[in-house]
C-alpha cells in the first residue's frame, strides 16, 4: 500500500521562528490533508490540498503531486503551534486514507 | 457548532468485558469513518461506509469488532472481549463525498482503556 512519510519526526523552536515540514508519499495520490492534533488529541483541520497552494493567516501549504511532496510552512511560531502535525493521504486506487507518523512541534516561550 | 461527536470520551473497562462507543457525524456527510491511534502513532484505518453500507474493513479490524451505521446516520463500534492491545483512542470522521472531494473532519475521539 501507499507509504507515507513526514519529516522531521520531532522539531524544537523559539517562539517567533518559522518552520517547515515535510510529507513524501509514494503512490499517486487524489486527496491530501494537513491535521494539527492538540495537546487533547484532538485533530483539526488545516488544510486540503490535493495540489497547488494554499494559505491561511501565519499557516501555508504547497502540494505538488507531480513529485509526491507536501510541505507546510508555518511562519512566526507561537506556542499554540505546539503539537503534532499529520499528513493523511487518499490513494487514487481506493478511498481508504493513510496518515504519516507525524512530527511533533515544540515552540519554547 | 454541530462538528462530530463521540460518545463516551473516555471508557475504562476490565478485560474480557464488551464496549460500544458512538459516532455523530456532521449531519449532511454520506461516508463515515473509524480510525485507531496508539501512542506516538498517527491514526490507523478500520473501517468506512457510505451511507449505511460499510464497504471497507482493514485487517485491523478482527472479528471481535464489528461497526454498523444502521440508517446512515450515527454510527456504533463494538469491541467484544476486549483485550488489552485494544488499549488505543478511537477516533470517528466524516466527510461529504462529490466529485472527488473527500476532506475529512475529526470527533475528539473515545479514549479506550483496558485494564
Redesign the interface.
Known sequence: GIQVEQSPPDLILQEGANSTLRCNFSDSVNNLQWFHQNPWGQLINLFYIPSGTKQNGRLSATTVATERYSLLYISSSQTTDSGVYFCAVTNRRDDKIIFGKGTRLHILP | DTGVSQDPRHKITKRGQNVTFRCDPISEHNRL?WYR?TL??????LT?FQNEAQ??K?RLLSDRFSAERPKGSFSTLEIQRTEQGDSA?Y?C?SSFVAG???????G??T?LTVT
Open positions: 469513518y491511534q506516538g502513532q498517527g491514526p490507523e484505518f468506512y464497504l471497507e482493514s483512542m477516533l470522521a472527488g472531494h473527500y476532506e475529512q473532519y475529526f475528539p475521539g479514549r
